[in-house]
């Protein structure tokens, strides 16, 4: 079954980094876009990133130029590198899988929680 599990999370200060992976298993990792969703303190999901199979990548406006994703297809793993983070990134992160030809995300890991304060 399809398995996606995100590590990498915790607290980091204003203007810091942290690297998020999610090890996923149970499908042809290599075969599907991938994405980072974020969903904030009583806030709903937002989109983060998208990284292709072939490793390009797009963000949000609110990360752009400090967020860099990019994905290992011969470890089954992706990351998420943040750079200079800012209070307002704190939320659970969330990898997703693409379900072909609709746009949905059709699995989801658990996620892991990034807090940034001083």
């Known amino acids: 079954q399809v398995q996606l599990v995100e590590s990498g999370g915790g607290l980091v200060q204003p203007g810091g980094s942290l690297r998020l992976s999610c090890a996923a298993s149970?499908?042809?990792?290599?075969?599907?876009?991938m994405f980072w969703v974020r969903q904030a303190p009583g806030k709903g999901l937002e989109w983060v990133s998208t990284?292709?199979?072939?490793?390009?990548?797009r963000y949000a406006d609110s990360v752009k130029g400090r967020f860099a994703g990019s994905r290992d297809n011969a470890k089954n793993t992706l990351h998420l590198q943040m750079n200079s983070l800012k209070s307002e990134d704190t939320a659970v992160y969330y990898c997703?899988?693409?379900?072909?030809?609709?746009?949905?995300?059709?699995?989801w890991g658990k996620g892991t929680l990034v807090t940034v304060s001083s």
């Open positions: 997703a899988k693409d379900h072909p030809g609709d746009g949905a995300m059709d699995y």
């Open positions: 990284i292709e199979t072939g490793g390009d990548t």
């Open positions: 149970g499908f042809t990792f290599s075969s599907y876009w």
